[in-house]
């Protein structure tokens, strides 16, 4: 069965500080990837997404991952963190042999400093 | 339209009571899906309509009853609740239920108390 592990349940950065969140999957196959931020009280949005090709995947608001197969890993980054990026976090697995459904890890939660 | 819609946004309701959320969706996704969401959980899969077909049912109790009646819409039927049902009740779509680029999109969620 698949699984997400985020290693992080909470990090602090300061205001235009670099941003790394963690994410490690395991899955048999190649697997379609997915990161989300959900703020407060709201509904998940997503940031990105791997499904194959490039390694290297951007996304919206300055976000970008990269899926390293040999580490199992599918790291979320940023270069300069603003306030509103404070929010909840979550890395996804998607199953593509059947049914596509998603197992999340269990978020970590983005906590920005002036 | 790139939004999945859901109602109401609040619901405060009593152990015997009956109501309904709902969720609607016009991107012409053909597999919808409910998730609750306790505080400081990840989204945990309840059903999935595939089609207007039930799919999946992660063994949900029957006191949750989900219904498709098109495509772009989606009810999640609510009775005899208990107080541990309370959480985010979140819905979304995606273009098919398996294959590629196929992203879920979510709604805001339907944040529901029950007394």
């Known amino acids: 069965a698949q699984s997400v592990t985020q290693p992080d349940i909470h990090i602090t950065v300061s205001e235009g500080a670099s941003l790394e969140l963690r994410c490690n999957y395991s899955?048999?196959?190649?697997?379609?990837l997915f990161w989300y931020v959900q703020s407060p009280g709201q509904g998940l949005q997503l940031l990105l997404k791997?499904?194959?090709?490039?390694?290297l995947v951007q996304g919206i608001k300055g976000f970008e991952a990269e899926f390293k197969r040999s580490q199992s890993s599918f790291n979320l980054r940023k270069p300069s963190v603003h306030w509103s990026d404070a929010a909840e976090y979550f890395c996804a697995v998607g199953d593509h042999s059947g049914y596509s459904t998603l197992t999340f890890g269990k978020g970590t939660m983005l906590l920005v400093s002036p | 339209d790139t939004e999945v819609t859901q109602t109401p946004k609040h619901l405060v309701m009593g152990m015997t009571n009956k109501k309904s959320l709902k969720c609607e969706q016009h991107?012409?996704?053909?597999?919808m899906y409910w998730y609750k969401q306790k505080a400081k959980k990840p989204p945990e899969l309840m059903f999935v309509y595939s089609y207007e077909k039930l799919s999946i049912n992660e063994s949900v109790p029957s006191r949750f009853s989900p219904e498709c009646p098109n495509s772009s819409l989606l009810n999640l039927h609510l009775h005899a609740l208990q107080p541990e049902d309370s959480a985010l009740y979140l819905c979304?779509?995606?273009?098919?239920?398996?294959?590629?680029?196929?992203?879920?999109?979510f709604g805001p969620g339907t944040r529901l108390t029950v007394l």
């Open positions: 979304a779509s995606s273009q098919h239920q398996q294959g590629d680029n196929n992203e879920q999109f």
């Open positions: 899955y048999g196959a190649t697997p379609y």
């Open positions: 791997y499904f194959s090709g490039d390694t």
């Open positions: 991107m012409g996704h053909r597999a």
